[in-house]
């Protein structure tokens, strides 16, 4: 049974940071996407970043591009999302996603429906 556990939300600035994490556990699989999603009230959910977890290549829906970096530590089973130079409009509950196996060179497209394990979501709020 695949487990996914997310925390480092929190309430931060405009211009701050944040680290998240997304602890999983059960999962076995070499060649396999992890991803952040995010959903502000209202909205649909979004892609965030996603990562490779054989080959760490990275992908970033374009409004964060520069400012998060999806990262992992496979020795604490750990996927992290550091997110830096917070803007109000990144306001939402985020959820660290795994896929089922994927090829070696699949390219972790941020599309909830290619992701089948969910965490409980982790809060982020950024006042202006």
């Known amino acids: 049974q695949v487990h996914l556990v997310e925390s480092g939300g929190g309430s931060v600035q405009a211009g701050g940071s944040l680290r998240l994490s997304c602890v999983v556990s059960?999962?076995?699989?070499?060649?396999?996407?992890m991803g952040w999603f995010r959903q502000a009230p209202g909205k649909e959910r979004e892609g965030v970043g996603s990562?490779?977890?054989?080959?760490?290549?990275?992908y970033y829906v374009d409004s964060v591009e520069g400012r998060f970096t999806i990262s992992e530590d496979n020795a604490k089973s750990t996927v992290y999302l550091q997110m830096n130079s917070l803007k109000p409009e990144d306001s939402a509950m985020y959820y660290c996603a795994a896929s089922a196996p994927v090829n070696w060179w699949a390219s972790c497209a941020l599309d909830s429906q290619e992701f089948a394990y969910w965490g409980q979501g982790t809060q982020v709020t950024v006042s202006s």
């Open positions: 059960g999962y076995t699989s070499t060649s396999g996407c």
């Open positions: 990562i490779h977890i054989g080959r760490g290549a990275s």
